[in-house]
């Protein structure tokens, strides 16, 4: 409704993390996704081990020769020790680090902070913002917040209650069709950090990629067509 009303985002376009591969093959892919313009990266960690950390710092040696950064996403998966470990290694690529996303699980949100504030790296919470409450109860949060829009309510008054964090939130898709990434947009402001949203939406069975060029989300390129197509797909199912 939305889009058939003529809103559209504050931009036209919008910055873009890219998701690599795990393992050796991040570095080949970075370094690929550089040329095409990509310059902020996000990495799943695995299993959190040694060899995946040093596997990680050879990555971030690389970055910070091309000027590029990474996200480093736990899921939640990492104790305190673990955490404390990964944080360290991270504050000595201070220049190609964007934030560690949510290294130990809900409801730690305190020892998060204390490691934050020890090591100087940027914590960002994910899986801790479940909804709407979750979000309110963590919006004083001195890291960075990990919003989805598609599961937070109304963009508008979302758009105004991040206001105050300055920039200091990374909005996420959640496998929207590409007709539910522009209602998610509404919800951005301005002041934003590389979007979490890059090829991680689909349409008609694959993935909307013609919107992601050149390290950024053309949203002037998402037309009411595309909600045409959509509502076509879910008729013909």
């Known amino acids: 409704l939305a889009m058939l009303a003529g809103d559209r985002p504050l931009r036209d376009r919008y910055p873009v993390a890219c998701l690599l591969p795990h393992g050796p093959q991040a ?6 996704r550089i040329q095409a313009g990509h310059m902020t990266f996000k990495l799943k960690i695995i299993d959190g081990s040694d060899h995946e950390r040093q596997q990680v710092e050879v990555l971030l040696d690389e970055l910070e020769a091309t000027g590029g950064r990474l996200r480093v996403d736990a899921n939640g998966g990492l104790d305190t020790d673990h955490s404390a470990r990964w944080l360290r ?8 680090v964007d934030y560690i996303e949510q290294p130990m699980r809900p409801g730690h949100e305190t020892e998060m902070q204390r490691l934050m504030e020890q090591y100087g790296v940027q914590i960002a919470l994910d899986e801790s913002i479940t909804g709407p409450k979750a979000l309110q109860q963590h919006i004083a949060w ?5 919003v989805k829009p598609a599961l ?9 209650m991040l206001a105050v964090r300055q920039g200091k939130v990374v909005y ?8 539910g990434v522009h209602g998610a947009l509404l919800a951005v402001g301005d002041n934003v950090r590389p979007l979490g949203f ?3 939406c689909w349409e008609d ?3 909307c990629s013609p919107i992601v060029t050149s390290g950024h989300l053309d949203a002037a390129a998402i037309t ?12 013909s199912s």
């Open 142 to 146: 001195p890291g960075i917040l990990v």
């Open 172 to 179: 996420s898709s959640a496998l929207e069709t590409v007709v």
């Open 152 to 160: 937070a309510g109304d963009p508008a008054e979302l758009r105004d």
């Open 89 to 96: 290694m991270l504050a000595r690529h201070d220049a190609a």
């Open 27 to 32: 570095l080949d892919t970075a370094q690929e």
């Open 205 to 207: 069975g694959d993935r």
């Open 198 to 200: 890059g090829l991680e």
């Open 224 to 235: 009411p067509d595309h909600l045409a197509r959509v509502w076509s797909h879910i008729g």
